[in-house]
């Protein structure tokens, strides 16, 4: 079983520390190299990291695999307050990622525009959600919930793509698992 992507993406970097108890390799790809993309095309049509490929099945995008992986190894599921958590890790997740490519397309993403407006007014309703789960305890099993929203919180750092250091559950909630080992052991920096 092999797990396919960047070392930089939240997406793949949930999924390595989610899978640090599952045998696994990890072949490194770089989504803006052209050689990589060409491996992409041929086994990911979506053109987008992770995807697993466990024998002659490759399946595409970080929820399925963690979908897949908890059907095959009978791993314990989210309950559906943890599912919605996720939801809200993801929107604003997937959200940041397209506002960091067309940053990096020398688009201005700050401009009062309405597409901007609506992710920013998102990331503000989101991030303060998610500082609210965290101050209830909702956060405090190490479940795959609670990974992704330390990669999440750790990709902004890293890319400088939201300031949530005035939500202190969510800072008090990184600095306390940015020290485990598989956390350190998948740092891109
Ligand atoms: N829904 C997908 C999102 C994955 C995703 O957006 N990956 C980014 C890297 S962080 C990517 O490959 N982007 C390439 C592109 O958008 O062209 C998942 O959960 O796996």
Known sequence: MKLIGSTTSPYVRRLRIWMSD????FEQVDIFNSADRARLVTSNPTLK???LEDGKRTIFDSGAIYRYLTKKLSKQELSWEQTNLLTLIDS????????FLLSR???DTSADK??????RERFDVIFAE???AAEEGQFEEWNYATISLFCLLDWVSFRERYDYSSLSALVDFHNATKERQEVRATDPR
């Not at 599952?22 to 390799?25: N, S």
């Not at 604003?92 to 506002?99: F, G, Y």
Request: overall charge negative; hydrophobic content about 45%; proline content about 4%.
């Open 22 to 25: 599952i045998e696994h390799g």
């Open 49 to 51: 990291v992770p995807m």
């Open 92 to 99: 604003a997740n997937d959200s940041l990622v397209q506002i």
């Open 105 to 107: 397309s020398d688009i």
């Open 114 to 119: 309405l597409y901007f407006r609506l992710q």
């Open 130 to 132: 998610l500082n609210k």
